[in-house]
């Protein structure tokens, strides 16, 4: 539309000035466009660094290529700096863990799985995703349809200490039965949860599963118009923009 806008001013300029005007075209100096343009460059910069500053993360590395969104399944892929924001965070739980045979699980986000594989290839991380075209991920995949939500391998039940999950609608229904899977896989003991999902579910979120909005806003490649929010079963500290307390 921009596009479009743009060509018919400057197709009415033309259409009005090119037989005669030209000469009363107002010219900049060299010493101004160079100004001009070192104003454009700084401006660009600053927003850069405002959204470094707004997320306290800034991207690095490649991004992650991912089969194409289908949206009929409700998918909308992270952006690269939520993807590493988040899948930074999951390898820093893992560090913290005295288990050195810890094990992840990411239902319904295959975004935050391909991201940690790349950042830690080691890491044991299954998807649970309904999705088949991410079979090609092998024994990592896991069959998985919210409206069965304990109908797992056993080999899964409580095995997890780190269970991030995105339900794939914001309705009361697909968080009631995500929350059972989560308890499903979730290990007895201490385990780490986090939740991708909107804002619209804050409360229901904090009844269900007693977690809490951090500061850190996730993005979504396809710019969403819902506002996301991540919750956390543990207080991150200073990562993630830290708990957002009332």
């Known amino acids: 539309m921009e596009e479009e806008l743009d060509k ?35 401006q660009n910069q600053l927003n850069v660094e405002k959204h470094s500053e707004e997320t306290g993360h800034e991207e690095s590395g490649e991004k992650v290529t991912l089969v194409a969104e289908d949206w009929r399944l409700s998918q909308f892929w992270y952006d690269p700096l939520t993807a590493e924001t988040v899948a930074k965070e999951v390898i820093a739980l893992l560090g913290n863990n005295s288990n050195p045979s810890s ?20 890491v044991f991380v299954q998807l649970l995703e309904y999705d088949k075209r991410f079979e090609q991920y092998g024994s990592d995949f896991t069959f998985y349809d919210y409206n069965q ?3 797992l391998p056993s080999e899964l039940k409580q095995a997890f200490q780190v269970v991030v999950a995105d339900p794939p609608y914001l309705s009361k229904e697909c968080l009631e039965k995500v929350t059972e899977t989560i308890s499903f896989l979730a290990t007895p003991e201490k385990s780490h949860l986090l939740l991708l999902t909107g804002e619209v579910q804050r409360d229901r979120v904090a009844e269900l599963l007693g977690l809490h909005p951090c500061g850190f806003r996730p993005r979504h490649s396809s710019k969403l118009g819902n506002e996301f929010r ?5 207080d991150p500290g200073m990562r993630l923009g830290g708990w957002e307390l009332e």
Do not use: Q, W
């Open 8 to 42: 018919s001013r400057s197709g009415s300029v033309l259409d009005r000035d090119d037989d005669d005007d030209d000469d009363d075209l107002p010219m900049l100096s060299s010493h101004a466009l160079a100004a001009l343009k070192e104003f454009i460059e700084e």
């Open 103 to 122: 094990r992840v699980a990411c239902i319904a986000c295959p975004t935050l799985y391909a991201y940690i594989k790349k950042i830690k290839p080691n």
């Open 149 to 151: 939500p304990e109908e």
């Open 230 to 234: 991540l919750f956390t079963s543990y």
